[in-house]
């Protein structure tokens, strides 16, 4: 019986994921990556490096907290990197890895199909309000 390489393992192991399965992992990536905050800041940051006090202004509506708690998640699954100058005050930048830039034209398709469709949608969330 020919054994398998770590290679040959961890190769098998990323066939074998499927997000339909509860314990996939690729599941829970799912699941950070939908959430509205991800999305918004990740496409805020389509354009460069930004500091966290941009970003908080051009995210409307999202609080200090969601927006550290997103970033953190965002830089630990290496979606997001997080630049400290030290200076007075300190300086924070937030940039895209090259794995995040990967997912930009996802989420600005994303983000822009919503933008074009919202209408549509309001329009048929009336509609079947209306039937209840």
């Known amino acids: ?23 996939c992992p690729s599941r829970r990536l799912l699941t950070t990556l939908t959430d509205k905050w991800v999305s918004l800041i990740l496409t805020a940051l389509a354009g460069g ?15 200090q907290k969601m927006l550290t708690q997103t970033l ?10 997080r630049t400290v100058t030290v ?7 937030y940039e895209l890895t090259p794995l995040g830039q ?5 989420m600005t398709a994303i983000k822009e199909w919503a933008e074009v469709h919202i209408e549509d949608v309001e329009a048929a969330r009336s509609r079947y309000d209306s039937q209840l």
């Open 1 to 23: 019986m020919p054994t398998e390489t770590a290679a040959e393992k961890r190769a098998a192991a990323r066939l074998a994921y499927d997000a339909y399965l509860a314990k």
């Open 102 to 106: 990967t997912l930009l034209p996802l």
């Open 72 to 81: 953190r998640g965002l830089e630990r699954d290496g979606l997001v990197a």
């Open 87 to 93: 200076s007075v005050p300190v300086r924070v930048d």
């Open 49 to 63: 490096s930004q500091r966290y006090s941009e970003l908080a202004r051009t995210i409307a509506g999202v609080s």
